[in-house]
């Protein structure tokens, strides 16, 4: 149980583009979807907070207008890089925490590479 | 501030035991995780303390002492697919997760 699904689990794509990534809790509930950004050798840094129904909490630094996050279901979180450039090409991993949960565990999506080129 | 601390690399024998340390300053504290990431693949759970003293799951267990800001977990019999980035996280007293950079383990025959 408690799987969470990415898609893609890849994208190349050209400097201006947009792209949205999507994570799917799929045998469970999550009211919140948290997203993450890990650089080559670093840890994991928290980019966002979604809860279903209601606007994202963007962690400081990060730019809410590029990174757009719509959480329209207790299944699905999107993340979506608009005009997206070289330097944020990165490893994106979203992670759930099960609806009701007792030790609010984060389960974790496999991860999307994105390049831009 | 906030601070996870662990270190940067191990390196131990298949078969042997290792125990890698992890301490902590936040702000206040709701539990403390231990995760497993291989190589370019997302983080996984090994396990959750919330209280002092030691929980064991299998080949691993960790230990937690909130007085002192310490955790280790501690990983026996190794095998070669135990080669990866443990990661330590506090969840805060605002239910946000801290990590630390992770430690990451190689195997040696």
């Known amino acids: 149980g408690a799987v969470v699904s990415q898609h893609p689990s890849w994208v190349i794509c050209k400097s201006g583009t947009s792209v949205k990534i999507e994570c799917r809790s799929l045998d469970f509930q999550a009211t919140t979807m948290f997203w993450y950004r890990q650089f080559p050798k670093q840890s994991l840094m928290l980019m966002a907070t979604s809860n279903e129904g209601s606007k994202a909490t963007y962690e400081q630094g990060v730019e809410k207008d590029k990174f757009l996050i719509n959480h329209a279901s207790l299944t699905l979180s999107t993340l979506t890089v608009t005009s997206a450039h070289p330097e944020d090409s990165s490893f994106y991993i979203c992670?759930?925490?099960?609806?009701?949960?007792?030790?609010?565990?984060?389960?974790f999506g496999p991860g999307t590479r994105l390049t831009v080129l | 501030g906030q601070n996870i601390d662990q270190p940067t690399e191990m390196t131990a024998t298949e078969g042997a035991i290792v125990q890698i340390n992890c301490t902590y300053q936040?702000?206040?504290?709701?539990?403390l995780f231990w995760y497993q990431q291989h190589a370019g693949e997302a983080p996984t759970f090994l396990s959750y303390?919330?209280l002092d003293g030691l929980e064991e799951k299998g080949r691993f267990s960790s230990f937690l002492s909130r007085s002192k800001g310490y955790s280790y977990l501690l990983l026996k019999e190794l095998q070669m697919k135990d080669s990866a980035s443990y990661l330590c996280a506090v969840m805060d007293s605002n239910y946000q997760l801290i990590w630390g950079a992770g430690t990451k383990l190689i195997i040696k025959p």
């Open positions: 303390n919330v």
């Open positions: 936040t702000s206040g504290f709701n539990g």
């Open positions: 992670s759930a925490m099960p609806l009701g949960s007792d030790i609010n565990e984060q389960f």
